[in-house]
């Protein structure tokens, strides 16, 4: 469809543009008005421009006076009748009839409306909630594929070792190489902090003290384990392994 420029009308019969003041202009212009009905969707037609105006316009009022017709008023939609319909309360929130919209009942507008009503804005009640304390046992390893590497090279390099050994480094008194009861000992934690390039996390933390982790393991390790947290965890006559775990478990 062709869009003419301002000041400037298509002429049906060539399809081009011409001006709306020139001859051929204004013929078509009169020949739309003529054939144009009065009003359309509400509105009126405006004989000076051919288009369309609103009736309770001031052009469309200005028509209308003309001809001797008075506009219609608008209907205006009663509040009070759109809001009867909707429930007084919604949650922690009362209705306002004014604007129709739920306001809080503890505000100051919410507080006008049951003022207005003789309803006491009902005081808000906090329930504040026991910090529940986790329980040791309940335990879970940190999820992080390095710390689980860095706990189970700490317990590997550990049990292929003595007793004697794992006492010592429990102490924290093994250097690298050093002799205990004729046997080469090694420190099980430097030397797997430098194997997984442990940085910025507490040892094994999470894991040695992790009930599921723990269960997982044979008797062996969990004896290893308990001699490396030796003497804060005892070894019973003959091996009790729930009695050492829950020990492990509950180790501040």
């Given at each position: 469809?062709?869009?003419?420029?301002?000041?400037?009308?298509?002429?049906?019969?060539?399809?081009?543009?011409?001006?709306?003041?020139?001859?051929?202009?204004?013929?078509?212009?009169?020949?739309?008005?003529?054939?144009?009905?009065?009003?359309?969707?509400?509105?009126?037609?405006?004989?000076?421009?051919?288009?369309?105006?609103?009736?309770?316009?001031?052009?469309?009022?200005?028509?209308?006076?003309?001809?001797?017709?008075?506009?219609?008023?608008?209907?205006?939609?009663?509040?009070?009748?759109?809001?009867?319909?909707?429930?007084?309360?919604?949650?922690?929130?009362?209705?306002?009839?004014?604007?129709g919209k739920y306001v809080k009942r503890d505000g100051r507008i919410g507080k006008s409306i049951l003022a207005k009503r003789g309803i006491s804005p009902a005081k808000k009640v906090t329930i504040k909630r026991a910090k529940s304390m986790p329980a040791k046992t309940m335990k879970k390893p940190v999820k992080s594929k390095l710390r689980e590497k860095y706990a189970n090279c700490v317990l590997d390099v550990a049990s292929k070792q003595s007793q004697a050994c794992v006492r010592q480094i429990s102490m924290g008194g093994i250097q690298p190489g050093d002799l205990v009861n004729g046997k080469r000992c090694y420190n099980p934690y430097s030397i797997c902090t430098k194997s997984?390039?442990?940085?910025?996390?507490?040892?094994?933390?999470?894991?040695?003290?992790?009930?599921?982790?723990?269960?997982?393991?044979?008797?062996?390790?969990?004896?290893?384990?308990?001699?490396?947290?030796?003497?804060?965890?005892?070894?019973?006559r003959p091996f009790n392994r729930e009695n050492v775990i829950k020990q492990l478990v509950n180790l501040d």
């Open positions: 469809m062709v869009k003419c420029s301002p000041g400037k009308i298509i002429n049906p019969e060539t399809g081009k543009c011409v001006k709306r003041d020139g001859r051929i202009g204004k013929k078509i212009l009169a020949q739309r008005k003529a054939n144009a009905p009065l009003t359309k969707n509400g509105k009126i037609l405006n004989p000076a421009t051919g288009k369309y105006v609103k009736r309770d316009g001031k052009i469309g009022r200005s028509i209308l006076a003309k001809r001797g017709i008075s506009p219609v008023k608008r209907r205006v939609k009663s509040t009070a009748a759109s809001t009867s319909k909707k429930p007084q309360t919604k949650g922690d929130k009362i209705l306002n009839p004014a604007i997984t390039k442990r940085k910025g996390f507490r040892g094994t933390t999470g894991y040695f003290d992790n009930r599921d982790y723990l269960e997982k393991l044979p008797d062996s390790k969990i004896k290893t384990i308990a001699l490396l947290k030796s003497p804060k965890v005892k070894i019973s």
